[in-house]
């Protein structure tokens, strides 16, 4: 017997609702994707990985406010589409997609935009380092560089007013932080342009591209350095000596400043994607850092050593055999130990990115990650292979952390991963932070830190963090000076004096940041513990890594709900 046409509409309804909200959410998802394609401007993206390409982004208050009204437009339009007829990704992409529009609306509000400079770094160090990680294949790629270089001026003229504009409002950096400063802007000044890098990717080209056309291109190249660069950036540098510095802020802390507690809480949360308070972040520091030392006495006390904390580390920062013998040395340990850990990944994980890395003994800190800008390109993971930067006992846990089964691992699963074009460059801190410092930990069920010093490192690394928790609240949320910041981080770490001042003067300027790695990684602990209780003899450690690197990056919430069902349908 046939049903009536109005009861088969009923039974059809649901799916075709859900055909249509599909539709409807994927348009959305690529109408926001092309605009930020236009814009130049993807929100929430690792910035170590900034790769000019044309134009450069619109920075002025005309971009800003146009970029604000698209992102309430798409949340308008999101607000009409129901979560519960999306299925499967879909709904994960919804919460995600959701979850950064709203911060992103919370980002127009704040004061992120008058701080374009950190200790660590700015735009303009973003792009002059740039060009050694961007792939130059054919001639598209230099006519769009070149671009760039042509548009530089009015990209720092855009960053310059927002500088200006947070300087007439008080909002300016510490004094002491920002010291010396202009280093980082001078260095790029008084040199042979060829010998600067933006020329760096003229000087060996794709042999498809003509001697003639190559002769062109350099000639181009060399110009716009010489008469758009430069000027530029010694514009930059009488800016910053002459009217940003005289304005630079009293007081370490954000907080000090009026509205600022609400900005460090917009800034702890940014970061975190908790919403944990200041003090509770600070209780939980010091919890950790009475755990972590704890385990530190215990190493000390099996290596046989008599002595106390600060007496072992000066003990086996001594030890000869704690350093490599050249710079290369240092590089080629650490390639030893990438690939020895290359080996254990099976066990470990059952989806492995395609895409490599390179190591780079070039870098001003002390270790970083570059994601690949597509996949021409490797990842790049940079380390100081200065010898005496680098002791042995801690090139593990930083190998670890930043290329594999750290950064490069999970930022190089994501770029491959099927799922909108949005997710794969996300970059949540306390994910990728915290995931990177949960796979130092993992070294250790692989089969590293055979040594008692070994384990110190890894130990002392993880101890850095915790102290981030109680020293960033400290300066931001609690008054603290600089030097009791760096008083506390030298009480605790083995960390050198140099190295404690940078660290401070890095959390100074770039508050709440410090917080996400520790955060992240004990929520990912966590949650592995949840899991191992629920599941029992039925835990698979493989299938749990590949559930929480599987998805991109994510807001702690959001991993939460995709870890808990997946324990559900494991059981």
Known sequence: MRKPFLAICALLAPSLASADTTTDFHQLLE????????????????????????????????????????????????????????????KVSYRLFAYERQTEKAYYASWDRYFPMNFLSGWHTYFADAPANMAFLNLDDYQQYLVSLADFPRFNDENIALMQ???????????????????????????????????????HMPGQISSAKQQELRQQGLAMIEDKILPAYQHLYDFFTQEYMPKCRQQAGIGSLAGGADYY???????????????????LGKSEVARIYAEMQEVIKQSGFSGDFKAYLAHIAADPSSYAESRQDVIEKTAFIAQKMYGQLPKFFGNLPRNTFAINGDSRRLAYYMPPSDSASPGTYFINSDVKMQPLYNLTSLTLH????GHHLQTALAMELDMPEFRKTLNHSAFGEGWALYSERLGKEAGFYQTPAEDFGRLGFEMWRACRLVVDTGIHAMG????????????????????????????????????SYKIGELKIRQFRQHAEQVLGEKFDLRAFHDQVIGHGSLPIDVLEDILNDWISAQQ
């Open 31 to 90: 109408k926001h994707w092309q605009n930020a394609e236009q814009e130049q401007v993807f929100f929430r993206t690792d910035p170590d990985g900034w790769k000019p390409h044309g134009k450069l982004a619109d920075f002025s208050p005309e971009g800003f406010a146009r970029r604000e009204a698209f992102n309430n437009q798409i949340l308008d339009a999101l607000a009409n589409i129901p979560l519960d007829e999306l299925t499967g990704e879909d």
């Open 165 to 203: 504009a947070g300087a007439d409002k008080g909002l300016t950096q510490y004094c002491e932080s920002f010291k010396g400063y202009e280093s980082t802007i001078s260095a790029y000044l008084g040199k042979d342009p060829k010998q600067s890098p933006w020329y760096a990717p003229f000087t």
């Open 265 to 283: 809480a917009y800034t702890a949360e940014f970061y975190t994607t908790t919403n944990m308070s200041p003090q509770a972040i600070h209780t």
């Open 402 to 405: 930043e290329a594999i089964p």
């Open 480 to 515: 603290w000076s600089r030097q009791q910041a760096i008083d506390y981080l030298k009480q605790y770490t083995a960390l050198t004096d140099q190295a404690i001042a940078d660290q401070i003067d890095r959390y100074i300027t770039w508050p709440g940041q410090a917080l």
